[in-house]
Structures are given as C-alpha cells and as structure tokens.
C-alpha cells in the first residue's frame, strides 16, 4: 500500500512568519513528488513540483525533498491571509510522466492577520 | 487557458440509480484522471486513462467503471449507486510528457454526488 502522510492541522500561523508544511511517504522508488493548493470549495491548484533532493524555490515558496528520510516539506515565507488554504502532498508512485498519484489527506492552513 | 468541464455541479440520485458523471477538457490532453474526495482521506483515485478506449484501475476502483471514446471525454460511471458513494468526484486532466519535467494536473470543479 502507498502511502502519503501529513499532519491534518489545523495550522496557524501570523501574517509574516513562515509556514512549514510536511509530508512523508512510503515509497523509495517514487520520482516526481508535488504540492497542491485548494481553497475552500475550490478545486487542486498546483503550487510546486520537486524532482531532486534538495531545496527548489519559486517567489515566496520552497519545496524541500529528502529521499533517504522520505520526507518533503513546503515552506511559505511572508505567510500572507490570501495562503489560507488546504495543501496536498501528491507522489507520483508510477513512471515519469504518468502521473498516478497518491494525495495525502492535505493540511489545513490558516494565516492569522 | 486549459478548462476541464464536469457536467454537474451538484447531483442528488437513490439508492441503485444508475449515474453517470461527464468530463470533458478542451486543451488535447491525452491523460484523464477520475478522483473522488472525502473529509479526512485526501483526494483517491478511482480510474484514468492514458488513451482512447484505454482505462485503469486506480487504487478504489470498486463499484465504478469509466469511458473514454473521444480524447476530449472522460465519463464515470456507477451503475448501482449506494451511499457510500456520496462524495465529490473531481476530473483532471494532463499532457502526456515522456520526461517529469511538466507533470500536472488540471482538475475540473467537483461535482458532489449525494446518494441517498
């Protein structure tokens, strides 16, 4: 069974400071893992995808992925009311490119002005 | 802009109904995707396909069956709907890419099926 964990929350955090988000998995083999957004009553968006170890960043988001511990996190810097959301961790558990993915139950985060 | 359009947004049906949830997406995509989504269990993916009158099993196939016979359109199908099927179902879909350079996912809105 392949499996993706991360805390349900919620999580609060003051407008400016940093969120951090986690997720672990079960799979060594997996290549290609991912973070969705979804506003309340609103469809996934993605956020970020991480292929390799180490830090990707994109504006004031950071995807961070350790393949020896499984773990991969999201960081948000300058957390802003506008990310109150829930995050999905998503692992592609197939090839690349086929994009069978397995979500994890997402964490709800609340930015408090 | 991709857009993946789900025919309902809400949907109310009886116990052993027969329903049938319609997807369609407009920008090409050769990858279709059928989850459903419930409190506390994340998104789980039911069937996809990666072609035409192709189809697999996701991980909670049971009680589900799909059809894909244009690229554009991907339908999921209950043919005896029961309770425990009462959930908001979401499409996506994506581009077939050989590398993992673009994976991703464009889903429709969700419709939420209940089964009463």
Redesign the interface.
């Known amino acids: 069974q392949k499996e ?1 964990e991360q805390n ?1 929350g919620p999580l609060s955090v003051p407008e400016g400071a940093i969120a951090s988000l986690n997720c672990t998995y079960s799979d060594r083999g997996s ?2 893992f ?1 973070w ?1 957004r979804q506003y309340s009553g ?5 956020i970020m ?1 991480i ?1 390799s170890n180490g830090d990707k960043e994109d504006g004031r988001f950071t995807a961070q992925l350790n393949k020896a511990s499984q773990y991969v996190s999201l960081l948000i810097r300058d957390s802003q009311p506008s990310d109150s959301a829930t995050y ?1 961790c ?1 692992v ?1 558990y197939a090839r ?11 964490t709800r985060l609340t930015i408090n002005p | 802009d991709v857009k993946v359009t789900q025919s309902s947004r809400y949907l109310v049906k009886r116990t052993g109904e027969k329903v049938f949830l319609e997807c369609v997406q407009d920008m090409d995509h050769e ?1 279709m ?1 059928w ?1 459903r989504q419930d409190p ?6 039911i069937y ?1 396909s ?1 072609d035409v009158k192709m189809k697999e099993k ?2 909670i196939p049971e009680g589900y069956s799909v059809s894909r016979e244009k690229k554009e359109r991907f339908s999921l199908i209950l043919e005896s709907a029961s309770t425990n099927q009462t959930s908001m179902y ?1 499409c996506a879909s ?1 581009l ?5 350079a673009n ?3 464009f ?4 419709t939420q099926l209940s089964v009463l």
């Open positions: 993706v349900s290549q290609s991912f969705y609103k469809s996934p968006e993605l995808s292929y999905l998503a592609n690349p490119g086929a994009q069978k993915l397995v979500f994890g139950q997402g | 990858n995707f989850y506390g269990l994340g998104l789980r993916l996809f990666y996701g991980d979401l994506s077939w890419e050989g590398g993992s994976e991703k996912l889903f429709g809105s969700g």
